[in-house]
């Protein structure tokens, strides 16, 4: 069985789920969250597994609520657990609101972060992808004037074997082409705008290397996702969010998949966020939840063959 979180109650996950509901795309999941808010909006909820998380406080669609900010995490806590001891293959998250679950004082940046703090994983890499590119992150939530303090080598190298191993694992691509951002405009010019990609990107590239991997950069990231070169490439790896889902979101929002690479167990999540503005609206699309499960389901596969 796959899980599916159904995320922060305020916004769009549950209306995601009610339309594969409606259309019986849900047969091999069970939904983790609160079964009396699911039934109130998932007309199919008699017919789909539940594993009920308890909401703090009744939820108004499109409102944001600090008491509901440890409901969301238990269930993605549930999820996680129910994942690691094999009651479930694996976990697909609809989306949760960051900002309101550091407004309940807990310190939060992300889905990834603290999958990998719940499953004891030191490093794990973001990586999303659509039919134009696949593309991971060196960093990923954190100010941007702190971006170049961590990429560090052992950073770059970790991360760079991560996606080279599971491009391997999860996608069955033996010899993965990974083409590498630079930091800096240009990738830095000869070291004229910004010296990262000669102090740290390039040597660790080239150790990388030398260890067998097909890597290509630094390559300034705007010619890098041009359309010729994007093509080129199996991965691409950037060095921080919005360098990489910039182009990543133009190319495919609504349709894309987020993976975490790197953790003990499968998860894949939406490209999109709570969509407060809409929640409850009947105007969201479930174009990237349907990603998201069929991405959990063909790495289910591959990890059983
Ligand atoms: N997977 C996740 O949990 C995830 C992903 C991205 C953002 N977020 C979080 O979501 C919150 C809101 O972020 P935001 O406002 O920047 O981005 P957003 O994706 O929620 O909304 C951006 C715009 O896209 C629209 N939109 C988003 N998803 C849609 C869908 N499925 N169908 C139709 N329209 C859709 C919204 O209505 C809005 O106009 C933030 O807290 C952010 O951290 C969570
Ligand atoms: N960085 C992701 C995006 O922009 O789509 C998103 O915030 C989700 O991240 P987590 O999966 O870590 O919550």
């Known amino acids: 069985m796959i899980a599916i979180t159904v995320g922060e109650p305020a916004g769009i996950g549950v209306e995601l789920v009610a ?11 069970v939904l983790i969250g609160d079964e009396s808010f ?14 009920h998380v308890p909401l703090a406080r009744p ?28 009651q479930f293959s694996a976990m697909v ?24 703090e719940l499953t004891g994983t030191r490093q794990v890499v973001m990586m999303l992808l659509n039919q134009v590119m696949r593309v991971a992150l060196v960093t990923t939530h954190l100010p941007l004037k702190d971006v170049s303090a961590q990429i ?21 691509i033996a010899q993965p082409h990974i083409g590498v951002c630079g930091l800096n405009p240009h990738a830095g ?12 990107i390039i040597p ?51 349709e894309s998949v987020n993976i975490t690479l790197g953790l003990p167990v499968i998860r894949t999540s939406v490209d999109h966020g709570t969509a407060l503005d809409i929640a409850g609206q009947g105007k969201a699309d479930a174009g990237s939840l349907r990603a998201a499960l069929k991405l959990a389901r063909e790495c289910i596969s591959r990890s059983v063959s």
């Open 19 to 29: 339309q594969l509901a409606d259309r019986q795309e849900l047969d091999d999941c």
């Open 59 to 86: 939820v108004t669609l499109g409102r944001l609520d600090v008491a509901n900010a440890g409901y969301v995490l238990n269930t993605i806590k549930a999820a996680t657990m129910g994942c690691l001891s094999g």
């Open 152 to 172: 560090t080598p052992e950073l770059l190298s970790t991360v760079t074997t991560i996606l080279n191993q599971d491009m391997q694992d999860k996608f069955g």
């Open 93 to 116: 998250t609809c989306p949760i609101h960051k900002g309101i679950i550091n407004d309940a004082g807990i310190t939060f940046s992300g889905h990834t972060e603290y999958l990998a």
């Open 189 to 200: 010019e000869d070291g004229h705008l910004g010296n990262e990609e000669l102090e740290v």
């Open 204 to 254: 660790t590239l080239d150790a990388l290397r030398e260890q067998g991997l097909h890597l290509s950069g630094p390559i300034p990231a705007d010619t890098l996702f041009t359309p010729n070169k994007v093509k080129q490439f199996d991965a691409i790896l950037a060095m921080y969010h919005d360098q990489g889902l910039a182009p990543l979101k133009y190319a495919g929002f609504g």
């Open 38 to 51: 699911i039934s109130a909006h998932v007309p199919q909820a008699q017919q789909l597994n539940i594993h």
